[in-house]
């Protein structure tokens, strides 16, 4: 069984220039997470998805982030514009459900560097 | 929310001695405990994980042990090998939500 599949795996831009993730879950997943995990610590999460509906996003920084999945499968996150302070590995996770004990499968990530 | 400590932040073992990792949270209420191992380049992979209606798990070299009146969990990795190296992560979970510690870099030295 495939896992979750992250792209681009590196990405480097300038600073003020967009960026966009893609992240596919694994197959039956309902409940898709993009979390932020700067070097030498632990994921922080920034989104939650229960199939199209993000039910947490109360960490996302909305003035420049977004993100979207539309049929509840993929799913894409979006920094417009990057700053610095961006430079981090961005991860996506997928579980079964949402409940507090659903495993949740990690991503490769996409590590991000704005210069 | 949740607060998870984990300690140490880096460790370092003979290979085939045993390393153990600790962690302790904040909200009585966090009833799921997994831990991830995380190797350079790559995402977190969980390697176990413990319900808080259970004391301890076993799989393999790899153990999970939980006390809930202290609000503390601990990995226990035996006979420990050089692909053991990496870093791990311990998490609770709170309102649907996993709150990770900051990890540990093991280092298995041959």
């Known amino acids: 069984e495939a896992g979750v599949v992250q792209s681009p795996r590196y990405k480097i831009i300038e600073k003020k220039q967009p960026v966009a993730f893609w992240c596919n879950p694994i197959s039956g997943h309902n409940t898709l997470y993009w979390y932020l995990q700067n070097l030498g610590q632990g994921p922080e999460l920034l989104i939650r998805?229960?199939?199209?509906?993000?039910?947490?996003d109360s960490q996302l920084p909305k003035d420049r982030f977004s993100a979207e999945r539309l049929k509840g499968v993929d799913s894409t996150l979006k920094i417009q514009p990057a700053e610095l302070g961006d430079s981090a590995v961005y991860l996506c996770?997928?579980?079964?459900?949402?409940?507090?004990?659903?495993?949740?499968?990690f991503g490769p990530g996409t590590r991000l560097t704005v210069l | 929310g949740e607060n998870v400590e984990q300690h140490p932040s880096t460790l370092s073992v003979q290979e085939g001695d045993s390393a153990v990792i600790k962690c302790t949270y904040s909200d009585s209420a966090s009833n799921y405990f997994p831990w991830y191992k995380q190797e350079l380049g790559k995402g977190p992979q969980l390697i176990i994980d413990i319900r808080s209606n259970v004391g301890e798990k076993k799989d393999q070299r790899i153990a999970v042990t939980l006390n809930k009146t202290a609000k503390h969990f601990s990995l226990h990795i035996t006979e420990t090998q050089p692909e053991d190296s990496a870093v791990y992560f311990c998490a609770a979970t709170y309102g649907n939500q996993f709150y990770f510690g900051t990890g540990t870099s093991l280092t298995v030295i041959p």
């Open positions: 998805y229960e199939n199209e509906e993000a039910v947490d």
């Open positions: 996770a997928s579980s079964l459900g949402a409940g507090d004990t659903d495993t949740q499968y």
